[in-house]
């Protein structure tokens, strides 16, 4: 098969590799569509992934078309999607059945093998099968629509309540788009490109309101601006998808008195307060709320299942966020792009043509 090799940091390559052996438990998923993540660039140009050679990618979904043992032989030519997080099973955090948590964890893309090739090696535990209405990229586009929904079921959401969101990425847009689906009617949302907010404006909600940073002609205070919006109260909500010091402290300032500051973006380096903020924190009795991946146990409710329920019905438009579209073999054009922030650009999918693979007979089911 093909696949996007990262072979050491700064150096992925799309070779000829052998397709993946099944083991137990898993099956074979010939993969329909793949996005970049933005935690992909720093993964491949600067830090690496925990061993090389890795082929990354953990945002994708495929068909099955081969399984090692009889009892997943179900799922051939069944479409699904992936959770790449691969749980433990034995940790505290696995028995309470918060496999987000875990803390003995593989992951597709990382620690082992994931989406950017024809072919991935899956556990049938980590897949969910498609609704016929979902399509292939917005399936590729769970994996984020599921991390924002769980940041989102970390906090206590009323209908009209103000929220204040720092960093307008694709987790941030799509954490609007959950905000209008809990019928938030106003969002404040503030980040370092126009692109972005009108894209938010268009998915979501056209009463969401978006400011820059900085480095753009209406560069403004952003605290000022929201307290100022909100009569000085503040906002009831106030979430950092950036993770930086800076839109962390911005929050903390921003939000009102028993307000909510949900941190949900993977901070880019020490994270300091100084400390009138931390007072500030204190003595406004500000709850402070972390998030973490998303839920995945099998239950209607789990935070993937509410994800493929909401696009089902429309109410959820993450394709909508997709930019660009591109063959696998032009992945480090995609990761340039997404590196470079020269070209404005969202979610970028990798769009897989018709798979005409035709199942191993000597190798399939080899586990019975």
């Not at 070779?15 to 996005?35: F, H, K, M």
């Not at 399509?135 to 989102?152: C, D, I, K, Q, T």
């Not at 901070?267 to 406004?284: H, S, T």
Request: one cysteine or more; glycine letters at 10%; charged letters at 20%.
């Amino acid at each position: 098969m093909k696949a996007w090799v990262l072979k050491a940091v700064g150096q992925p390559e799309y070779i000829e590799v052998p397709a993946p052996e099944l083991r137990p438990g898993q099956v074979l998923l010939s993969v329909g569509a793949a996005g970049i993540c933005g935690s992909d660039i720093p993964r491949i140009f600067e830090t690496g992934t925990y061993h090389f050679p890795t082929i990354p990618g953990h945002e994708f979904a495929g068909t099955v078309v081969d399984a090692y043992s009889r009892e997943d032989r179900r799922w051939i030519g069944k479409r699904a999607g992936v959770f790449p997080l691969i749980p433990c099973g034995e940790c505290f955090a696995c028995r309470e059945r918060h496999y987000e948590m875990c803390q003995s964890y593989d992951y597709l893309g990382s620690r082992s093998d994931g989406g950017f090739a024809e072919f991935v090696a899956v556990p049938s535990w980590n897949l969910i099968e498609l609704p016929d209405a979902v399509s292939m990229e917005e399936a590729a586009m769970a994996e984020p629509a599921a991390v924002a929904l769980h940041a989102v079921r970390r906090l206590a959401v009323q209908a009209g309540d103000t929220v204040a969101l720092y960093g307008l990425g694709t987790i941030g847009i799509l954490i609007t788009q959950w905000l209008r689906i809990c019928g938030v009617g106003h969002v404040f949302a503030v980040g370092h490109n126009l692109g972005h907010g009108e894209l938010m404006r268009r998915t979501s909600l056209e009463a969401y309101e978006y400011r820059n940073a900085a480095g753009m002609e209406d560069a403004c205070d952003t605290v000022a601006w929201i307290l100022a919006s909100t009569g000085g109260r503040g906002a009831d909500i106030a979430i950092d998808c950036a993770g930086t010091p800076e839109t962390l402290t911005d929050c903390i300032n921003c939000v009102r008195a028993g307000g909510q500051v949900l941190a949900v973006g993977n901070p880019k380096g020490e994270m300091r307060l100084e400390q009138a903020v931390y007072w500030k924190l204190l003595r406004r009795q500000i709850r402070l709320t972390g998030t973490w991946n998303s839920t995945f146990d099998h239950t209607p409710e789990d935070d993937w299942h509410r994800v493929m329920t909401e696009i089902e019905s429309g109410e959820l438009k993450p394709a909508e966020l997709i930019t660009h579209r591109l063959p696998p073999g032009e992945l480090l054009r995609g990761l340039l792009i997404a590196r470079g922030r020269e070209e404005y650009h969202n979610k970028i999918m990798l769009i897989h043509p018709d798979s005409c693979y035709v199942p191993d007979n000597e190798r399939m089911g080899t586990g019975l």
